[in-house]
């Protein structure tokens, strides 16, 4: 059987090839609209998918719906908002319940609490918007602080965002009480969900880091330290406590005669003002913490303008220098004015160019990007004047050997007067794989009927970071993300939001909602988005075939949260880019490095998408890891 299927396999990569190369009759070629593209990646070096829009086959059924649709990083949390919009409710109401449920099942990777970034297009309102996704540092989190004790698991919690996040999207545009939008994930805290194989793998992984702090080492080994077993029920009635606890609050007060948002509230204050506040101050201040009461009972987020970008008739929007999200508009910019068409695609060409245009956004973001209540951006970074004279500094024929000097938008010139030379140095830690590289990440996407669309980044999970005894959360480790270089903009200070990497990314057609899309993956997560988009708008795959594609990933600057580049013109590529494509890119200067067919590292998007015609909506998760996607 084995033999068989392996000829089965043989055979039909020699017919892919045969008919991309114009061999088959008229029946069997691809339509004329794509024939050109088809040529550009045939013949193709392994069985994995290529993009043919006359191509029936799938990786997975295509989702779609005129109701709602859903998609998320866990198959528990796309069922808990899928529910809610069966039962009426709109995009935020699902939205909500399954980033309260995401982020239960998700305690490895995107645990409570933590960073929650959010773009939202409502429309009732008729406007996109962002809520503010990263906490801000405690008041201790002074610079010199972390120049004398450096940053650590410990050192580096932040104040959670995600619960501000969550019920401030509820407050304003939905219509469920937080304890209707919270019963999915209290279920899922007290009943128990089934270890799944990626958390199984992560936990064995972290294992040591885990077995520091003892509470983290009754949660994560439920069934003793190496017993653990892809299948096992992982309980977390501690969080369950917490929910019940801010459920209650919201009781009392609707209770007493206060309007929904009033209840919403109360459940808010039960956790940044409230007994589980009290407790994070006592746990900090015995471990060594800076992290205090009054750093959470006075958190307060807010709404905020998108920063955003048009592309080719396609309205981008992102969150600012809070996140990585400014990186998308200073990639497209670069891009709009290149046929990227007449490259082919995943041409050596193309992968080129796109590689060099991210490490030019990498290293303008790295100067000039952080919370802009403490660094605005200078004035024309973000136009396409300033791309223009930013994108000169690409040579076709040759890699960058280090992330290039940053820019000077002010000046209108390509590269700063004093610009460093170099970010290469030695005795640092960090690196592709490095400790900013281990923070990960979930995403969730939805579409409503009425036009809402909800896309969410959270993340910080609690493995090498403490949990709060008796409660069953963490803080996180997101101020590892800070820089500590006072020359830039993301340097950190007391009562600042690091630049962190989480950017969920909002698509506009014709005034109109057209996509959503966020993904897992540290400083990938605005590459691999890119590449979906691209894919989508320039090539017209549809979402889960453009979710399919194989990737790469540049790693030629300093990772998030460090100033030293130790990976200078490193390229990774999924192997089913041609061998040959890779032999071309090592001979422009990049240092290509292989990653697998497939691999979770190059990111796993969800994706809601409209048809601008239609109003049909897809939904679509990527396969690199365990989503789900839902609709009706």
Known sequence: MKQVTWVAVLAAVAIIAW??????????????????????????????????ADNVEAMRPRVMGTHGVI????YLATQAGYDVLRAGGNAFDAGVTAGMALKALKMDYAGWTGVAPLIVYSTAEDRVITRVGAGTSPALATLDHFLE??????????????IDVWLAALDRFGTLSFSEAAEPTLRIAEEGYHLYKMQKWMIEDQMDEILAFPYNGDFWFQNGVGEQRAGDLMVNADLGRLIRYMMEAEGQALAAGASRSEGIRAARDAFYKGD??????????????????????????RWEEPLGTSFRGYDVYTGDGWSQGPRIILMLNMLESHDLRALGYNTPEYIHLISQVINLAMSDSHRYVGDPDFAPAPEGLYGKEYARERIRLIDDERAFQDMPPWGDPAAMTAVADGAPASFVMTGEDGGADGPAGSIDTSSLNVMDAEGNLFSLTESDGHTFTPMIPGWGFGLGNRMGQFNLDPELANVMAPGKRPRNTNSPLLVMKDGRPFMGLSTPGGDQQLQSLLQVFLNVVV???SPETALDQPRFGSYNFPPSGSEVNSTPALLRLEDRIPAETADALRAMGHDVEPWGLWNWRA??????????????????????????????
């Open 276 to 301: 589980p506040a009290r407790d994070v101050d006592r746990f900090f201040r015995e471990q060594g913490g800076i992290v205090r009461y009054e750093d959470l009972a006075g958190y307060e987020s």
């Open 603 to 632: 990111c796993a998007p969800t994706v809601t998408w409209r048809d601008p015609e239609t109003g049909l909506m897809v939904a679509a998760g990527d396969v690199r890891r365990e989503t789900a996607s839902m609709g009706f």
């Open 149 to 162: 004790h450096g940053k650590s698991p410990v050192n580096n919690a932040l104040i959670p965002a995600d």
């Open 71 to 74: 998609s998320s990083g866990h």
């Open 539 to 541: 090539w017209g795959m």
């Open 19 to 52: 008919l991309g190369s114009g061999n088959g009759d008229a029946g069997d070629a691809p339509s004329p609209t794509n024939s050109s593209l088809f040529a550009t990646i045939a013949p193709f070096n392994s069985y994995g998918h290529v993009h043919d």
